[in-house]
């Protein structure tokens, strides 16, 4: 019987798709997040959870694993060099220790609408919890505004979110009703304690980040460039 035997074939032989997704998961482990096409996106996810896994076990069979998968070299005419070399060194070094405390869910996925041309919907797969970290860029930005609007919002926000419970009504957060605020106070813990911050390191990164104008405006829109 054919059951179980579904999944997304991307209009490639066998040998090209596995082909496909071993570039694809290698580029992301190298730049943190990529952007392709929404199908591919989705079946890249599963592979990329599975090599953080073994980055996390960290022993020998786990390395001779990501090594037969991860592509081993990539060579122009002007170039040729062994990706082994940042790929392994970073999947077992930095990443693992990123996604040491994480029981999964190590990548997360943008949908940025459709492509010009052909029409295809497109997305930008990221490791979570790194630098450029869209979904925290997102989060400075807004906290940014606020502040910007009114002084001390950003600690009358933190407040708020650290001392009122979980069931209480988002029109008594941050003195407002709206989906805005709601989201703000459910994402705000997750990015204080994935980062170990304190309201002082928040504030600084804020500084570091404000959009009101100059160097600091841009680079907010150079982490979030895929």
């Known amino acids: 019987m054919h059951h179980g035997k579904h999944f997304r074939r991307?209009?490639?032989t066998?040998?090209?798709r596995k082909s496909m997704l071993r570039n694809l998961v290698t580029q992301l482990i190298q730049h943190d997040r990529i952007k392709t096409t929404l199908p591919k996106a989705q079946e890249l996810k599963a592979i990329a959870d599975q090599m953080i896994?073994?980055?996390k076990r960290g022993d020998l069979h786990a390395k001779v694993q990501a090594a037969s998968f991860l592509r081993v070299r990539t060579s122009t005419l002007s170039n040729f060099s062994f990706e082994h070399e940042t790929t392994l060194p970073k999947l077992f070094g930095p990443l693992?220790?990123?996604f040491k405390s994480r029981k999964g869910g190590y990548t997360?996925?943008?949908k940025m609408?459709?492509?010009f041309g052909d029409n295809a919907p497109v997305a930008v797969i990221e490791l979570i919890d790194g630098p450029g970290d869209l979904k925290n860029?997102?989060?400075f930005k807004a906290l940014a505004r606020r502040e910007n609007k009114k002084a001390g919002s950003i600690a009358e926000l933190v407040k708020d979110t650290t001392d009122a419970p979980s069931s209480a009504s988002p029109t008594s957060v941050?003195?407002?009703s709206s989906l805005y605020n709601k989201t703000l106070r459910r994402h705000l813990p997750k990015v204080l304690t994935s980062n170990k911050w304190e309201l002082a390191d928040l504030e600084a990164k804020i500084r570091s980040l404000s959009i009101s104008g100059g160097e600091t405006s841009r680079k907010i829109v150079s982490a979030t460039k895929a």
């Open 53 to 55: 896994t073994l980055g």
């Open 10 to 12: 991307l209009n490639r």
């Open 108 to 110: 997360r996925i943008h």
């Open 96 to 98: 693992a220790e990123r």
């Open 174 to 176: 941050a003195g407002g």
């Open 14 to 16: 066998a040998s090209h």
């Open 137 to 139: 860029q997102m989060l």
């Open 113 to 115: 609408g459709n492509r």
